[in-house]
DNA sequence: AAAATCACCTGTCCGC
DNA sequence: TGCGGACAGGTGATTT
């Protein structure tokens, strides 16, 4: 689920519910320790009685800064990761490995269903983002870095916007919207793309972006003529007016693309 | 050295 | 109904 609209919108709910309340216990499930790179002593023993001060988004990173100098979560969510507040039963989700309850008995549950994620006390975000080779994120490109970026690179177009090395935030699902939105074929070499291809990418990368996080990453609320709605519905046509094609799926480093033959080129 | 594949996980869906 | 396999919005390690 989480790529760079989903991670902001994390952001935002944690901001809005979570800053500035002592964490009054930590609890956590059998398997936590797939995901949690801490011990779980050390990590309870560390964040008991501190508070979450500040949130930061790095492409689809979370950093938290807590009421101690020098130390702050950060949280991952790889496939099926995502936050959620709770205070009854009835609302706490289904594969919480972390659970923080803070003061005020509100609970804030860390869910990894796939335990692909990661949550981690660590010392420094710029070291942390140098150390596992995370690049610029994808919001604070300017049009020519991007393009001097990408020109430099080899192999599929779809591979290298989903390298998080090179720009950090997109996955799977957002690279294939836009590409679909800048009218270029999933596969296509970068070898083969001009200036004006690049200029799409940057442009449809930004407004992509950005409209998935005022739609909150919501599937249910993108637009009716983006390619995202479409990829699990069967037979799906293309969007697009006057097309009538149907999307077609290939894989691309083992990740299903989904694309319009027609007007992907 | 960069780019493509594998391995790591759980849960669901689809076809015999 | 039951079982096997494919697959899911990710990524570090391994191989080409």
Redesign the pocket.
Known sequence: ???L??VEYFKKYLKRKGLNKKIKNISFDS?VS?VLENSKSYFKKFLKNKKFLKVERH???LFINISEKDKLIEM?????GFLKFFNSKKEKP??PRVIFKFSNEDYLAYDC??????IKIIKSKEKYLKE???GKDALEFKEKEFIELMK?????IK??L?????I???????SDELLFQSKIHPKKQ?SKLKEKDFKELYKNMIKVLKE?IKKE???EKLPKNWIIPK??IKNSKCPNKNCTKKIK?I??????SFYCPKCQK
């Open positions: 689920m989480p790529e609209p989903d398997r797939k492409g689809k990173h991952h969510f790889g496939m099926t289904e594969h269903q796939r335990l692909l994620g990661e596992h080779n995370i430099n690179k080899k192999g599929y591979s290298a989903m390298s998080q090395k090179d950090a935030g997109i996955g799977n699902i957002y970068i998935a990453a919501e599937i990829r699990h799926s894989k691309i480093n083992s990740r299903t």
